[in-house]
């Protein structure tokens, strides 16, 4: 039963976070209607805006202590980071462990920015062009940012952890009259729980009770009516799109004590999201919530030993698996709407 | 000083090969005049580094890259030499070899089979390449390997751990420097026994694929014999980013060991993970909840960060070794680029050196002479003591590193620390040990 | 003539002439040049990668190319074909012909259940399903499958393999009863070095016979139909007409393309590994399409050969090469233009090719073809205003 209860606890965080990821995607579907492959790398990018700061705050400046010396011989050049030296070494050291939440404030603005530039200098001449089109030219995007942070970063991933004081693990499990340390959770990944519950909300709610969010949607409906009454739609799908790249970079920021970021993670998660995004049915955010948390579920499922002994490998496929069966029983996924990206 | 092995049979076997390979009616091409694939014509001869330069071990192979310039310089006489000095055989003297400057080509084999050999064929149709050296994965190292043997080329495999590349997928023209899981194994049993006793059940992760199964496989064998139980092993895809599933369950397994079959991205990750699943802070069965990694790499541990510190695993060789041989290297390697080799650098140059040293000892590029020059061939002074090349298989014999994730590192190099230096005898096994079984040596091919 | 108009087999005479001169166009500097060493690429496993790629994409653009259906999942009925012919290999004998028929037979077996099952849905639900087959034919091949496809390893042949039908002093490589693929005649003229290789020729043959085919499928009524479903399904349904059974049919002969591929893949290299059906490869199939020119002839074959040629040259130049090529200029200039050059060569090759999909795909929609044309289309201009030029002036 604690095995059981670990599995659904771990199906709920996968699932939130492959929600919080196709969130993004969704969203520039559902209002601008185009394929955005890029949509892995604006993830990636997120995730290096962490290490970025991360980066920042260890600049440091070299004194060198005669006393020691290097691998070669020479004296030790020690490395003290100017935050240290300013702020103390106690606060700059926290400073520094803050740096994956810090970075939330740092990728906002940054990451909107990024998606402003993209819509209004590429993507804007592509809305009336092919998906294939759209495909390629936002892959070819996604090929470029990767090798751009490669030659920046390197191409071995990169530890950024959380601060200090997420590094443990809370024991559901006492809560609910289990043993101690039966359903332990690490805390960080709650964190990133919660984190993605809170965002999706925040989402939902500025489409569905601001203004703006109805005209988005009026335009998501039928974009010629809304521009015929006089509205300026297409700004209003420029912000869409930054706030889009906002949401995938902070998935990326918090993301990152759990997976170490590399320059490929883009590409690992751009399948991920499409699959996710599809089978939640095209243009629908709900669906898409939806077919994250289904998806993580039962992926963690799949991954129980017990399972695996009954059908080897299908912690492999189990994400395939059910997008076939359900684009085979639902024509538009979950909850997608007709005519929507058919043909 | 030198002592040739180039023996007469050897001639003879060559030349007789040769002959009956121009005695087959089909066109033949000009360089099957000299009896084998490329034989170098001018004042040059061209090696081929096929390394992965793009995907997940792009800066393993980045530094092996570095290290096969280092060795060519040292082969052609630029620079202090590095191990040159140190290696215990004379004859290379920086003047190329056999009076033959060195020249190199490199290629990217992105860590895929197919793209390898798509490399490797170009370096040999096109850049007449001699031998080819390098690579980062086993699955890509037993496909060049095939290649090379069907060419007529000399392989000198980089970094690749798995049994089958000088077990069943040996090959005669192939050669491994590199250790491998079965030694991983052996070399960690004793010291696992000292510090975490006999009485023990592990939990394998493994990914699942055929050098994951194969260090599984070692793992398990020297563990249980020294008294360990196995609780389980799970196969975990590759590339799987979030492992937090198949940590989960090892929570309530009864299991007080951790051993994760994993290696580069997914290493980092799942260690990173485990440790964040507070598994190092939990006592199971009245003991501390330990994690072992059994293959350890350089930028693995600097991707892992702090996660590492306390745990086991092992090497093929680390720039922190004394001997002469290492130091020699780590100060030409350094000077040039800054920073300490990692193992993956160590072996492709060692490869390159004992490769060239064949060459001069057999006095010829012929594959199937240098094939006789390196089978059994015993040397010294390279950074892992007294190293035998074994004929029955290709396999060096040589003494393997036990590591430990360092508890206080004072750089970002450090974060391994030796704890012991596993005697070769130690790690040495019968060529037809049933994890190496299957294989068939074949003969050497010089092609054309 | 062969039943092409005069167009279309004008297009088919240069086809079949690039493909048998190949060895000689492709290389064009002479063998030992700076030049010549970096960019020639006359040899024969990338030439056989040209048109076995070029047979894949021509494939893949019957069923792109005429209905519109964007298969995601096209790598794995090149890695299915792959795995037949290697198993033939290993079972029969080093004979290609069982390995190449097997391959197209088994691709096209797969294609028809995968086509059936996937053509129930269209748009991007058409190519999540694609995709979603083959990555699971990838993650099985890779692991749960081993023992059929020797996982990441990729399946080999080995010496002690069945091999029934092998007597004794057959060739030990693939062959086509006795004729070596890997035997080549190599011609030397002045600095330049031919090399006419077995294998390159046999696929070669399979290339222009491919290519003859899909002229002739893109002319016949059949091609017109896919044509019309691209246009309009709904209408096409709407006239009485059930669509799904010209559907089903481009959707196999085009996996029966990709099967023939993979086959011969495996016969000029005995080998063949997972990773060719992993979801990367297929895109690689749709950027080829699309950088060539989807829904033109000749437009496949000039993007496979572009993404193979970046492949295997520009990621093996690197930084010494380059200072070989600047060592006239002053050193300051030679480092100067290195540093400038260094990010997109070796290593770098992806953001060579990364940028190269967006120029294309922003300025040239057509893709290569149109660029062609344009450039074409130029030199008409200036012809046909010249042509005005002299027949307004005896008016003046």
């Known amino acids: ?343 | 000083m030198s002592k040739s092995n180039f023996s007469r049979r050897g001639v003879l076997k060559t030349g007789a090969i040769a002959g009956a390979g121009l005695a087959l009616p089909t066109y033949l091409s000009a360089a099957s005049h000299s009896g084998f694939t490329n034989a170098p014509t001018g004042s040059t001869v061209t090696f081929g580094f096929n390394v992965p330069q793009t995907g997940p071990y792009a800066e393993e192979g980045l530094d092996e890259l570095r290290a096969q310039e280092l060795a060519v310089e040292h082969l052609n006489g630029i620079g202090d030499g590095g191990m040159l000095n140190t290696f215990s055989s004379k004859v290379l003297d920086g003047t190329g070899i056999l009076g033959k400057k060195v020249n190199f080509v490199t290629g990217d084999t992105q860590t895929k089979s197919d793209v390898a050999r798509a490399s490797a064929q170009s370096m040999i149709q096109k850049d007449n390449c001699i031998m080819i050296n390098g690579g980062s994965s086993s699955g890509v190292a037993v496909a060049v390997q095939g290649l090379c043997q069907e060419a007529g080329v000399i392989f000198m495999a980089g970094l690749t751990h798995s049994n089958d590349t000088t077990g069943k997928d040996k090959k005669a023209n192939g050669f491994r420097h590199f250790f491998n899981a079965y030694m991983s194994g052996a070399a960690l049993g004793p010291v696992l026994q000292k510090e975490y006793g006999t009485d023990r059940r592990a939990y394998h992760l493994t990914a699942d694929y055929t050098w994951g199964w194969t260090q599984q496989e070692s793992i398990q064998a020297s563990t249980e014999a020294l008294g360990w139980e196995t609780a389980q092993n799970v196969l975990t895809p590759v590339g799987a980013g979030d492992f937090s599933s198949y940590i989960a369950p090892v929570l309530n397994s009864g299991a007080d060991t951790l051993i994760l079959n994993h290696y580069g991205g997914d290493m980092v990750n799942s260690l990173t993970q485990a440790v964040q699943f507070g598994l190092r802070d939990r006592q199971v069965n009245g003991k501390d909840f330990t994690i072992i990694v059994p293959l350890y790499s350089e930028l693995m541990a600097a991707g892992a960060g702090s996660n590492i510190r306390g745990v086991f695993g092992s090497m093929n060789w680390n720039w922190q070794l004394q001997d002469e041989g290492t130091q020699a290297f780590v100060r030409s390697f350094g000077q040039k680029y800054g920073f300490p080799p990692s193992n993956a650098a160590h072996t492709c140059y060692v490869q390159t050196l004992l490769y060239a040293d064949a060459v001069t000892r057999a006095g010829s590029f012929n594959p199937c002479a240098v094939v006789e020059a390196l089978e059994d061939f015993e040397f010294d002074g390279m950074g892992n003591g007294p190293t035998t090349y074994r004929g029955a298989d290709h396999q060096c014999f040589k003494d393997v590193l036990v590591m430990k994730g360092a508890e206080n590192p004072t750089s970002q190099y450090d974060t391994l620390e030796i704890v012991e230096i596993t005697p070769r005898a130690q790690v040495e096994y019968d060529p037809e040990h049933p994890m190496f079984a299957g294989g068939n040596l074949g003969t050497c091919n010089p092609g054309a | 003539m062969l039943g092409l108009n005069k167009s279309d087999f004008k297009l088919f005479l240069i086809v079949c002439l690039l493909a048998l001169a190949a060895p000689i166009l492709l290389n064009p500097f002479p063998t030992d040049s700076a030049l010549g060493q970096s960019f020639n690429a006359g040899y024969p496993a990338l030439m056989q990668r040209f048109v076995i790629f070029g047979i894949l994409v021509i494939g893949f653009n019957i069923l792109f190319g005429l209905t519109g259906y964007l298969s995601f999942g096209h790598a794995a009925f090149l890695g299915v074909g792959s795995y037949a012919a290697v198993w033939m290999f290993k079972l029969l004998s080093y004979n290609v012909v069982p390995a190449i028929l097997l391959s197209v037979v088994v691709a096209g077996v797969f294609s028809v259940v995968i086509g059936y099952v996937s053509l129930r849905r269209s748009g991007i639900y058409f190519s999540i399903l694609t995709l979603a087959f083959a990555q699971m034919s990838y993650q099985l091949a890779y692991s749960v499958l081993t023992p059929i496809t020797n996982g990441e390893t990729g399946l080999q042949v080995y010496n002690n393999d069945p091999q029934i039908l092998m007597r004794a002093g057959d060739p030990t490589v693939p062959h086509l009863f006795g004729w070596r693929m890997n035997d080549k005649t190599e011609l030397s003229m002045g600095g330049w070095n031919f090399v006419f290789e077995n294998g390159y020729y046999l696929a070669a043959i399979f290339m222009i016979i491919s290519f003859y085919l899909a002229i002739r499928i893109f002319r016949s009524p059949f091609g017109m139909m896919l044509r019309a479903i691209k246009s309009n399904q709904t209408r096409m349904s709407y006239t009485g007409l059930n669509t799904k059974p010209y559907m089903l049919a481009a959707f196999v002969i085009s996996g029966m393309y990709a099967g023939l591929a993979g086959g011969l893949l495996a016969a000029m290299d005995p080998l063949t590994g997972a990773e060719r059906m992993f979801w990367t490869a297929s895109g690689e199939i749709v950027v080829m399409a699309i950088l060539g020119g989807v829904g033109t002839l000749i437009g496949p074959v000039l993007g496979a050969g572009l993404i193979k040629y970046l492949e295997n040259i520009v990621s093996k130049i690197n930084d010494s090469i380059l200072h070989s090529w600047f060592a006239f200029m002053p050193d300051w200039l030679d480092n100067l233009l290195v540093g400038i050059i260094h990010p997109f060569i070796g290593k770098g090759w992806h953001l060579t090719l990364g940028l190269l999909f967006m120029a294309v795909v922003i300025f040239l929609p057509g893709g290569l073809v149109q660029g062609g044309q344009k450039i074409g289309a130029l030199f008409n201009r200036k012809k046909k205003s010249d042509a005005a030029d002299g027949a307004t002036k005896p008016a003046e």
């Open chain 1, 1 to 343: 039963m604690d095995a059981f209860l670990l599995q659904i606890l771990n199906g709920l965080d996968k699932g939130a976070a492959y929600a919080l990821i196709a969130l993004g995607l969704t969203l520039i579907f559902g209002t601008l209607g185009v394929v955005n492959f890029a949509h892995g790398a604006l993830f990636m990018i997120g995730a290096f805006c962490a290490v970025t700061l991360q980066r920042i705050l260890s600049f440091s400046f070299t004194t060198i202590d005669e006393t020691r010396t290097d691998f070669l011989g020479n004296p030790l050049k020690v490395q003290t980071p100017y935050v240290e030296s300013w702020f103390g070494p106690e606060l700059g050291a926290a400073i520094q462990d803050w740096s994956v939440p810090l970075a939330i404030l740092m990728v906002i603005p940054v990451m909107f920015l990024f998606g402003w530039i993209m819509e209004r200098g590429l993507i804007k001449h592509f809305y009336t062009r092919p998906h294939a089109d759209q495909i390629l030219v936002t892959f070819g995007l996604a090929i470029v940012i990767g090798e751009l942070i490669k030659y920046f970063f390197g191409a071995n991933p990169i530890q950024t952890p959380a601060p200090q004081m997420f590094l443990g693990t809370i024991d559901v499990g006492s809560w609910l009259g289990f043993d101690r340390g039966a359903v332990a959770y690490p805390m960080w990944r709650l964190v990133y729980f919660m984190f993605s519950l809170l965002i999706i909300a925040a989402v939902f709610a500025f489409l569905q009770f601001t203004t703006f969010g109805m005209v988005v949607r009026a335009g998501m409906a039928d974009r010629e009516t809304v521009g015929l009454l006089g509205i300026d739609i297409d700004k209003r799908f420029t912000f869409m799109f930054g706030l889009a790249a906002a949401v995938a970079g902070m998935a990326g920021v918090m993301y990152t004590p759990i997976l170490s970021p590399h320059y490929n993670i883009g590409m690992d998660f751009l399948v991920l999201s499409f699959v996710v995004v599809v089978v939640g049915g095209m243009g629908s955010l709900p669906g898409a919530v939806l077919a994250g948390f289904l998806l993580g579920i039962l992926q963690s499922f799949a991954s129980m030993n017990e399972v695996k002994a009954l059908i080897p490998g299908i912690d492999q496929i189990i994400i395939y698996l059910i997008a076939i069966i359900i684009l085979l029983t639902r024509p538009r996924g979950l909850m997608g709407r007709k005519g929507v990206m058919e043909n």
